[in-house]
């Protein structure tokens, strides 16, 4: 089995969900994806998730994000759980689950490690780009739960590097100082950062956010 690196194009699949029938890059359009996986319907980790994906809606709407999750069971069984996660995490989900029943899309994205669990999917985390590449993995254990606020800081690093000539440094959140790219030279910065820059080493010089207002 092929392992999925950074920049990889995200394997496309076509598949039943809670929303019905999708075809994954079809799906995603011009838009940023999320693709997550869970161990099982029913469990308590995965219950305060996908609850809390679902109270997050307008953030992932606002930076063009969609998000659809997996589990090995069946429908069935996904829409039984949804009334559950809706009632115990005081929400309503709305976006898709993945019935994968059959492990295709799970294998195709390497979910189910043998020495962890060789049938229940880890808690893998993709994050895929409008061109269908792979900005980011994360695999967590069947007992800790996501952090989805680092997830969103993550994209808005992600979205912001895409656009401009700058990374951002341990601990950034959006709004916050950012590093200038050591591809741009000093000569380049007032046309390209012309809100200033402070040089703190010849390899490390910072400026206010690109797009930022503040």
């Known amino acids: 089995m092929a392992v999925l690196r950074l920049g990889d194009q995200a394997p496309d699949f076509t598949a039943q969900t809670t929303e019905g029938k999708i075809n994954f890059h079809e799906w995603l359009g011009d838009s940023w994806g999320i693709l997550f996986s869970h161990p099982a319907d029913y469990t308590p980790v995965c219950t305060t998730e ?26 069935d069984s996904h829409q039984g759980w949804i009334v559950d996660i809706n009632d115990t995490q005081d929400t309503k989900v ?63 690093s992600l979205q912001l590097t895409a656009k401009y000539k700058v990374a951002t440094p341990a601990n950034w959140n959006k709004g916050e100082d950012c590093v200038i790219s050591p591809a741009v030279s000093n000569d380049d910065i007032p046309a390209l950062f012309p809100k200033g820059h402070t040089e703190i080493r010849s390899y490390l010089r910072m400026t206010p956010q690109p797009d930022s207002n503040e």
Request: proline residues 4%; without cysteine; hydrophobic residues 40%.
């Open 94 to 156: 709305n976006f898709p689950i993945i019935a994968d029943e059959d492990r295709k899309v799970s294998g195709l994205y390497d979910m189910i490690h043998p020495n962890a669990d060789d049938t229940l999917t880890v808690r893998s985390v993709f994050v895929i780009g409008p061109d269908k590449k792979i900005k980011l993995t994360i695999t967590y254990p069947a007992s800790t739960g996501r952090n989805f606020d680092e997830l969103l800081r993550v994209i808005d």
């Open 50 to 75: 996908l609850g809390t994906v679902a109270k997050y809606t307008e953030a992932f709407n606002n930076r063009n994000v969609k998000v659809v999750a997996l589990s090995v069971d069946g429908l």
